[in-house]
Each structure stands twice: as structure tokens, then as C-alpha cells.
């Protein structure tokens, strides 16, 4: 289909930074493809682009896409500017975060089991945008944490993504299950746990665990845990409270549970993420 495929080496990254960064006001030359990593998000103006031999679409201000090695893409520039940031993410490095979240995950990104494509608020933009000049500007006092500040930026960019994937996916959900994964929402809900999650469900339990399981493709225990994490991390770098409050709040049952369910998902203890905020 394409006469010129261009394959971009890894030229942003090293081994001590996996995670490279730049503005672009550009387009692109050539259909190309990559052996790293890639996620842009357009920041201002619109821009032509063309993903794996799809129908080009147009792309403006919170648009985003996940493009991983081997796949295929182009920018188009248009009459107006534009300005998109490129997040370059060495693949072995992606690798290590995706197996943070579910061992499967790297390889159903590859295989197209996730949204390649997402909308990002305005907000979201400049808090990621914030993390990088942070990233950029700090020093942090090992190498260790450094990676574990860049992990925890790698695993944001992928929360809209997969958030996408089960919007698309809700589509096809029946009203019930709908009502259940918005629970998993609810800050009041999560904090006194699956009980007060399924109540009112006038189905078996087992049955609810096996179903949320095939739609979801992770137990509700697991899920349950990873929402509690997520709020515990937007809490800790948005707000004040204490961290034996915070874990107290979302329903865990130790600051011991926490501080270890927390460093295994994020690679950072819950008191070096507040001084990353």
C-alpha cells in the first residue's frame, strides 16, 4: 500500500531516561514507523493524520494516540498551526509499566484490543504538561526514583486509553452492568468494598464474578484494588490529607496494605509520590 515506510530509530531515550519529550509544529515526510514507543497529544490547531492505512482524519486540541512499534502513521500539516507533544517511551521500559497494570496488556495494545485513540480534557493536557517540565527540570536523589517518577507519568498517559477501551466496550453492556461498573466509581461505595458495591443486584455473586471477569478481563477484587490506588494517587498529589487518612478513606484495611499495594502499582512509596505533586 505504501511505496516509502520510513522506521524511526530510538533516538530520545537512553537506558538511565526511557522517557523522551518534544514539542512539534511539523509534519511528517513519510508514512513511518517506530522501534520505541509513541503517544501524542495535540495541544493547539488541528493536524491531518493517518493511522495504519485508515480513512486521514482531522485532529484537534485533546486528541491523542497510542502508537505502538511497527505501526504505521503520518502527519498532514494544514493552512492553520499546530502543536502536538510527542512522548517517546523506550519499548522495553513500556513493557515493565504495562505488566504493572496486567500482564497481558503490552500485547493486547499491539494486537488492537485497546483504543488507539482518546480525547483529552484541557486540564488533563496541562497536568501532563506540568509532570514533564517537572520531569525535565528535577533531580531526584537516585536514578531509582527518577524511573519510578517517569513510570508513574507513563502509566497516566495510558488511563485515558484504557478508560476508552471500556467506554467502547459499555456500549454493548447491558443497563445492569452498566449501573455496576459505576459503582466502581463512587468514592462512597468503594470505601466499604464489594458488599456495598453489589448491593442491590438480584444476581448471584459467583455469577457477577464470572461475568465481570469476561467483560473486564480482571477479577472485581483486582479492579476494586486498582481504583482505590488511582484515587489514592489523585488524592495524595491534589490535596493535603495525611497518607493514614487517605488510605483510611478509600477503605483499606492497613497503612501497611496500602503503602505496599501502592509501591507495587506505581513503583514509588505514597510519601515520594506527594513530594512529586
Same mark, same amino acid.
Given at each position: 500500500?505504501?511505496k516509502?515506510?520510513?522506521?524511526?530509530?530510538?533516538?530520545?531515550?537512553?537506558e538511565?531516561?526511557p522517557?523522551?519529550?518534544?514539542?512539534v509544529?511539523?509534519?511528517?515526510?513519510?508514512?513511518?514507523?517506530?522501534?520505541?514507543v509513541?503517544i501524542?497529544?495535540?495541544?493547539?490547531?488541528?493536524?491531518?493524520?493517518?493511522?495504519?492505512g485508515k480513512?486521514?482524519r482531522?485532529?484537534?486540541?485533546?486528541?491523542?494516540?497510542?502508537?505502538?512499534?511497527?505501526?504505521?502513521?503520518?502527519?498532514?500539516?494544514r493552512?492553520?498551526?499546530?502543536?502536538?507533544?510527542?512522548?517517546f517511551?523506550r519499548?522495553s521500559?513500556?513493557?515493565?509499566?504495562?505488566?504493572?497494570?496486567?500482564?497481558? *496488556?503490552?500485547?493486547?495494545?499491539?494486537n !488492537?484490543?485497546?483504543?488507539c485513540?482518546t480525547?483529552?480534557?484541557q486540564?488533563?493536557i496541562?497536568? *501532563?504538561e506540568?509532570?514533564?517540565?517537572?520531569?525535565?527540570?528535577?533531580i531526584?536523589?537516585?536514578?531509582?526514583?527518577?524511573?519510578a517518577?517517569?513510570?508513574c507519568?507513563?502509566?497516566?498517559?495510558?488511563e485515558?486509553?484504557l478508560?476508552?477501551t471500556?467506554?467502547?466496550?459499555?456500549r454493548?453492556?447491558?443497563?445492569?452492568?452498566?449501573?455496576?461498573?459505576?459503582n466502581?466509581?463512587?468514592i462512597?461505595?468503594?470505601?466499604?468494598?464489594?458488599d456495598?458495591? *453489589?448491593? !442491590?443486584f438480584?444476581?448471584?455473586?459467583?455469577?457477577?464474578?464470572?461475568v465481570?471477569k469476561?467483560?473486564?478481563?480482571?477479577?472485581?477484587?483486582?479492579?476494586?484494588?486498582h481504583?482505590?490506588?488511582d484515587?489514592?494517587?489523585?488524592?495524595i498529589?491534589?490535596?493535603n490529607?495525611?497518607?493514614?487518612t487517605?488510605?483510611q478513606?478509600?477503605?483499606?484495611?492497613?497503612?501497611?496494605?496500602?503503602?505496599?499495594?501502592?509501591k507495587?502499582?506505581?513503583?514509588?512509596?505514597p510519601?515520594?509520590?506527594?513530594?512529586?505533586?
Amino acid at each position: 500500500m505504501y511505496k516509502d515506510i520510513l522506521c524511526l530509530p530510538d533516538y530520545m531515550t537512553t537506558e538511565q531516561m526511557p522517557v523522551g519529550f518534544k514539542l512539534v509544529q511539523s509534519d511528517d515526510t513519510l508514512v513511518h514507523t517506530h522501534d520505541y514507543v509513541e503517544i501524542f497529544y495535540i495541544i493547539s490547531g488541528k493536524i491531518d493524520h493517518q493511522y495504519e492505512g485508515k480513512q486521514q482524519r482531522i485532529l484537534e486540541a485533546g486528541d491523542s494516540y497510542i502508537i505502538m512499534p511497527s505501526k504505521k502513521h503520518i502527519f498532514t500539516k494544514r493552512k492553520e498551526t499546530s502543536i502536538h507533544r510527542d512522548v517517546f517511551i523506550r519499548e522495553s521500559f513500556f513493557r515493565e509499566v504495562c505488566d504493572f497494570i496486567s500482564p497481558t *496488556l503490552y500485547e493486547e495494545l499491539v494486537n !488492537g484490543t485497546h483504543a488507539c485513540h482518546t480525547r483529552l480534557s484541557q486540564a488533563t493536557i496541562a497536568y *501532563l504538561e506540568n509532570q514533564i517540565n517537572f520531569i525535565n527540570q528535577a533531580i531526584p536523589d537516585s536514578l531509582a526514583q527518577k524511573t519510578a517518577l517517569t513510570r508513574c507519568f507513563a502509566a497516566t498517559l495510558l488511563e485515558p486509553f484504557l478508560s476508552t477501551t471500556v467506554e467502547n466496550q459499555m456500549r454493548n453492556f447491558p443497563s445492569w452492568f452498566k449501573e455496576l461498573l459505576s459503582n466502581f466509581n463512587k468514592i462512597e461505595y468503594i470505601k466499604h468494598g464489594l458488599d456495598e458495591i *453489589l448491593k !442491590g443486584f438480584n444476581y448471584d455473586r459467583k455469577y457477577l464474578c464470572r461475568v465481570f471477569k469476561k467483560n473486564m478481563g480482571i477479577t472485581m477484587t483486582d479492579y476494586l484494588n486498582h481504583v482505590r490506588l488511582d484515587y489514592a494517587l489523585t488524592m495524595i498529589q491534589s490535596t493535603n490529607k495525611n497518607i493514614l487518612t487517605i488510605a483510611q478513606e478509600l477503605g483499606f484495611s492497613s497503612i501497611s496494605y496500602f503503602n505496599v499495594s501502592f509501591k507495587k502499582r506505581y513503583g514509588i512509596t505514597p510519601i515520594r509520590a506527594r513530594k512529586y505533586k
